[in-house]
Nanobody
Framework: QVQLVESGGGLVQAGGSLRLSCAAS????????MAWFRQYPGKQRELVAS???????NYADSVKGRFTISRDKAKNSVYLQMNSLKPEDTAVYYC????????WGQGTQVSVSS
């Protein structure tokens, strides 16, 4: 059974930084795609950033130049470095991975105060 465990959320002032981590455990045969989504109250989850098996990355326009996704292949982990945070980045952030099946983390709250 594959599990994704997130860490690194919290409260930060506008302009500050946070680093989210997501570690996968269990039997993993291949990593196709890993990503971070976020969800605002009452809204659907939206893609923030993704990284594929070839390490190509993709970002939502709202975070380009501020967020950086990276991964550690040996640890089956993915990270999201978030700089220049804005109040509108406040949301629950979810780790997602496609290891041949789709897996979600439990979510971590990021709150940015103005």
């Amino acid at each position: 059974q594959v599990q994704l465990v997130e860490s690194g959320g919290g409260l930060v002032q506008a302009g500050g930084s946070l680093r989210l981590s997501c570690a996968a455990s269990g039997t993993i045969y291949r990593v196709n795609f890993m990503a971070w989504f976020r969800q605002y109250p009452g809204k659907q989850r939206e893609l923030v950033a993704s990284i594929n098996s070839g390490d190509s990355t993709n970002y939502a326009d709202s975070v380009k130049g501020r967020f950086t996704i990276s991964r550690d292949k040996a640890k089956n982990s993915v990270y999201l470095q978030m700089n220049s945070l804005k109040p509108e980045d406040t949301a629950v952030y979810y780790c997602f991975a496609n290891f041949g099946g789709a897996y979600w983390g439990q979510g971590t709250q990021v709150s940015v105060s103005s």
